[in-house]
Structures are given as structure tokens and as C-alpha cells.
């Protein structure tokens, strides 16, 4: 019976252990292996106490008892609490690395802990910490190396022309804007969806990177200070579009200033030729950079088919119309216009590619039913974009129907001045998620307004409460992180 008790204890160590990993490496992946954002800037704090802290501390109190939680409570339901997220672990190289790293570690402490007669040892955070730290230390080696692989492919081609491009918003569909319209005389590559970042850039660079590409395209993301830097200094662009900026992630941030300064990391590239700079970022003109101001884009015209405005360039209206959605777009067309033509392409060449750019999925992407009109715009996620999105549903003749979890990494501000623009334009807002559902409730008129707890009960929820007709908007997507 003793021997039975010691292996079970054993194993069931060994099984939490690897629970509480999961559980950490999960949500560390969603926020870039990072332990201060993990700590400190999580959305759902809940899910850190009752699957991490809790369960600690119920094991050093609850002796050999605990293992009746164990298996009949926090198992069953971290279980189902990862089956429920949209954004599951995935199982990466480094991923796999730390799990063989936890599995050697754990064996190797719990021979320790046998050949030191020590029962039913307590330490059941030495082998996840140490995991963790030489993980750490193992995955800043590779990273290191990793960066200088990809720096010395970038350098040594000298038919390459990197383009580097960042902003609060908009980063990703001014990526493809300008792929499009280069493409007409180029062979362009881009990093692919929403790869922002040094080291996925990197893995792109060493991957990826087609031999033959005259342009390569980078789009620059940054949760803190020295993000963009690190890219800049890692790519060394020749062109760089830094678009408009504004509080998205102003969580991580703090202020407007420190969003600013860290978009302006990009233009210390020392290869730089050229950078087209939004005003919104405070940057001065000089003969390496031109400034693109809200004044340079006039009568803008959005609609269900299109948009079309005017660009002045150099006290000359240039006739732009595109069938993209969204009078944003304007802005960041215009952004990508202004590069392509600093870098050689034709003015009507430009025009002309401009007027067969496509809608992005997920980005105002109309779908039409027989029954409905689905704006789907859930890669939208900034208070600009979205006020767009509702304007051009307020052109709509129909009942129009929202869904939306608000505004994430954004402030109160921000998201009472977007709810007061959906109760102004829709007839049934559905709100997903926690983060900012108390914000919005209290703008958006009660009959106008309900909860969707569950991400997968909202297709029962729209049938039941949408109608023949109506405008369905999806305006940002919700994670479960969220």
C-alpha cells in the first residue's frame, strides 16, 4: 500500500507540474513570452488566481487531500477552459524545447527528492521555476543567434530593397496596399498575416524569403519602448512608412508621447533614403522625410461600393478611387501612393493599381446572403477604424445589427465615445467579452444591448434576434484572453 501511495503521489506531482505549465506556457505565448505582461497587464487577473495561485497554495495546505481537487476539480476544468479558447497553445520549436526541458528537470528533482527520503516533498515549483529560467536562458542564446542569421541575409543581398512600415493602426492593410501596387513592376515579398514582431520577422527572413525578391516588406509592431527600434536596427530599411498614431496599446504604454517616440524608432534606420511620416507622429520634414497631413486628403466619399477622395501633392489634387471600404483607407492608401512613387513606380501606374486593390478579409470584408450583409471588420481594433465602420452602416437602409467586444488595450475614454456612436447608428448591439462590457453597457440604451457569454452560442444568439435584411457588423474580435 505504501509503495502504491508513493507512485501515485509521484505521478500525480509530476501531472500537476505539467498542468500548471500548460496553463502558464499558454498564456505566455499570447503575450509574447512575456512575464511582466503575463502578471501585470493580464485581462482576465480570475484565470491567474483560481489556475494558478489557488491551486498552489491548496497543494502546500491541503496534503495528501489535494489530490482529490486535483482530479476531480482544477484537472477537469483546466481542460475544458483550454478547450474553450480560440487561441490555443502551439506547439513551436521552443515549446517543444521547454517540454523536454520540464521533463528532465521534474525526473531529475524527484530522484532528489526519492534519494533523499524526502516525503512527499513540498517543492513543487522548483522544477517549473528552473524550467523556466534556463529556458529563458537557452531561448535568448538561439534568439541571438537567430537575429544574426537573418541581419547577414538582409545585408549581403544588395539587390534588396527593404521597406519597413509601423503605426497605431492600419500597419497590416497598409502592407498589402503597398505590395499591390509595387508588384506592377516588381517581384515584392511581405511578411506574412500579422507578423510584427523581431523574432517572427527573423524566422521569416531565415524561412521564407524568396532568393529573387526585389522588394521585401516589413511591418513593425511594438508593445514597449525599443520594439521598433530592435527591427529597425535588425532590418535596416531603405523606405519607411510610419502611418498615424494614437493610443492603441496605450495600457503598455502610458502615453500618447511614448507611442510616438517609440513609432519614430523606425526612421534611425541608417540605410534610410526615404520615409513617408504621418503628422500625427510629430516629426519634422526634412529632405528625408516627407509629412502627409490630414489636409492633404480631401472629399472623402465612402460607401458600400467604394471609396474615392483627393490627394493633394504639391498643390495638385490627384482623383484616387478604390473599391476597398472605409474612409480610413484613405489615409493609408494615400501613405502607400506617396512610397511608391518616391520609389520609382509611374503616377498612373499607381492610380491605376489603386483602383483594383481588394477588400482584406476581415478588414470591412462585405460578405453578402440571401438573407443578410455581413461587414466582417473583426481585424479591426482601434476607435477611428471602428467609428468608420459605423458610419458607413449608418448608410445602410436597413435594421443594423453589431457585434463587438469595444476597443482592447485602449482606454474608458475610447470605448464610451465608441458606444455612444453604436447606440447612435444600430438597433441591437451584442457585446462579447468582459473587458470593456460594463463601458459599453453604460452607453448603449438597455433594449438596444445584450450579453453573449459564450463565444459559441452567438450563432444561435444572431439567429434568433437578427432579422431578413438587416446588416450584421462584426466590429474586433474578441479572444477568449479577452
Known amino acids: 500500500m505504501q509503495i502504491f501511495m508513493t507512485v501515485f503521489e509521484l505521478i500525480s506531482r509530476l501531472l500537476f507540474v505539467f498542468a500548471l505549465a500548460w496553463f502558464v506556457m499558454t498564456n505566455l505565448q499570447y503575450y509574447g513570452y512575456r512575464f511582466d505582461r503575463l502578471f501585470f497587464h493580464h485581462t482576465k487577473p480570475k484565470w491567474l488566481l483560481f489556475y494558478l495561485i489557488v491551486p498552489i497554495l491548496l497543494y502546500h495546505i491541503g496534503g495528501s487531500y489535494f489530490w482529490i481537487f486535483f482530479y476531480c476539480i482544477y484537472l477537469p476544468l483546466l481542460i475544458v477552459w483550454h478547450s474553450k479558447l480560440d487561441k490555443k497553445l502551439v506547439i513551436t520549436a521552443r515549446v517543444k524545447r521547454f517540454l523536454v526541458l520540464l521533463t528532465l528537470s521534474s525526473s531529475a528533482f524527484e530522484a532528489v527528492y526519492v534519494l533523499s527520503e524526502i516525503q512527499g516533498s513540498k517543492e513543487i515549483l522548483a522544477s517549473l521555476i528552473f524550467s523556466f529560467c534556463v529556458s529563458h536562458i537557452m531561448e535568448t542564446f538561439i534568439r541571438t543567434r537567430f537575429k544574426k542569421t537573418a541581419h547577414k541575409k538582409l545585408i549581403d543581398n544588395k539587390s534588396l530593397t527593404v521597406v519597413a512600415l509601423t503605426a497605431s493602426y492600419g500597419k497590416t492593410s497598409i502592407k498589402h496596399f503597398l505590395r499591390d501596387i509595387l508588384s506592377t513592376s516588381f517581384r515584392v515579398y511581405t511578411t506574412p498575416g500579422n507578423v510584427n514582431t523581431d523574432i517572427g520577422i527573423c524566422a521569416d527572413i531565415n524561412n521564407n524569403l524568396p532568393n529573387d525578391t526585389d522588394i521585401y516588406i516589413v511591418e513593425a509592431g511594438a508593445r514597449e519602448r525599443g520594439d521598433i527600434l530592435t527591427i529597425a536596427l535588425l532590418a535596416e530599411p531603405h523606405y519607411v512608412i510610419v502611418g498615424k498614431t494614437g493610443e492603441q496599446h496605450i495600457e503598455y504604454f502610458k502615453t500618447t508621447e511614448n507611442i510616438q517616440s517609440t513609432k519614430r524608432e523606425l526612421l534611425v534606420s541608417p540605410r534610410m533614403k526615404k520615409g513617408i511620416v504621418h503628422e500625427s507622429t510629430g ?193 474586433n474580435d474578441a479572444p477568449s484572453f479577452v
Open 283 to 475: 516629426v519634422k520634414p526634412n529632405d528625408e522625410i516627407i509629412i502627409l497631413k490630414d489636409e492633404d486628403i480631401k472629399n472623402v466619399s465612402a460607401t458600400f461600393e467604394g471609396t474615392e477622395w483627393e490627394l493633394m501633392l504639391n498643390n495638385r489634387p490627384i482623383h484616387l478611387k478604390t473599391p476597398v471600404l472605409g474612409a480610413f483607407n484613405a489615409l493609408n492608401i494615400s501613405l502607400a501612393f506617396l512610397l511608391a512613387k518616391e520609389m520609382g513606380v509611374k503616377e498612373r501606374s499607381i492610380v491605376d493599381a489603386i483602383a483594383k486593390l481588394k477588400n482584406f478579409e476581415h478588414r470591412l470584408q462585405p460578405i453578402r446572403t440571401p438573407y443578410k450583409l455581413i461587414i466582417d471588420d473583426s481585424y479591426n481594433g482601434n476607435l477611428e477604424g471602428m467609428i468608420a465602420a459605423c458610419d458607413l452602416a449608418a448608410t445602410y437602409g436597413g435594421r443594423k445589427v453589431i457585434v463587438t467586444p469595444g476597443i482592447v488595450e485602449s482606454s474608458k475614454e475610447s470605448n464610451t465615445a465608441l458606444a455612444k456612436k453604436i447606440n447612435e447608428v444600430f438597433d441591437l448591439a451584442l457585446i462579447t467579452g468582459t473587458l470593456n462590457a460594463d463601458i459599453l453597457a453604460a452607453n448603449i440604451d438597455h433594449h438596444k444591448r445584450k450579453r453573449v457569454f459564450d463565444k459559441r452560442g452567438l450563432e444561435m444568439i444572431l439567429t434568433k434576434e437578427s432579422r431578413t435584411g438587416d446588416l450584421v457588423l462584426f466590429a
